[in-house]
């Protein structure tokens, strides 16, 4: 199924396109979400959802496709699988961005495919979910553009309080820093909270399972009967 979500933050397009392609400080954003590797352009981890009383863990990998610093494009392939076996997702995500007044717009194409339980609500409650989880990731996202604009004020002023501080007090430099070592490094992040897709999707989610619920109460209803 194909997914299409737009929104708009108030920062200039050079920031927030640094802060969207931050993967590990974007990750804490995204609801449901754990990032637990990095290793260049691929990362790894998982993503909670529940539905009912159903907890479903998808661990999985994604990597950037396309990375495109000059015309703000990035296409993202994630593919993760349930831990119980009941099912996977696999998606193609495509991020442009482009200037608007003072601020920036983004575009998100995703290519979504599902398998499992989470494949019974179709299209139309998948897309009311992602459009709900895409308003609390803005917030969050929202919330860091702010701090990142705040951040070089406040480094100017520390600057300036430590100019008349004596020079010869500062640290000197070396050639012999540590580099940073190569391969995968792991990523401390807590374990993220799971997105209950009944409480998202609200209206949507019950109108559509209603008749199951009915059947189900039913069944219940008569085999009390046949019991008494």
Known sequence: MELNNDFRVDA???????????????????????????DGDDFKGSVKVKVGPITAQYKGAAKFLEKDDANYLAKIEGSGRDTRGAGNASAVVTIQLTPDGT???AEINTDLKVTGKVAQFGRGVMADVSEKLLVQFVDC??????????????????????GSDDESSAPSATADEPATPAGPRKIDMPEAKP????????????????????VLALVLLLRRRRRG
């Open 12 to 38: 200039p397009i050079d920031l927030a396109w640094k802060t969207l392609t931050d993967v590990e400080g974007i990750a804490p954003c995204m609801p449901g979400a754990q990032l637990t590797e990095i």
């Open 195 to 214: 997105v209950d897709l009944l409480d998202t999707a609200g209206a949507p989610v019950l109108k559509r399972i209603a008749p199951l619920l009915v």
């Open 103 to 105: 601020g920036t717009k």
């Open 141 to 162: 996202l929202e919330g860091k553009l702010v701090e990142a604009q705040a951040a070089p004020a406040e480094a100017e002023s520390a600057s300036d309080n430590s």
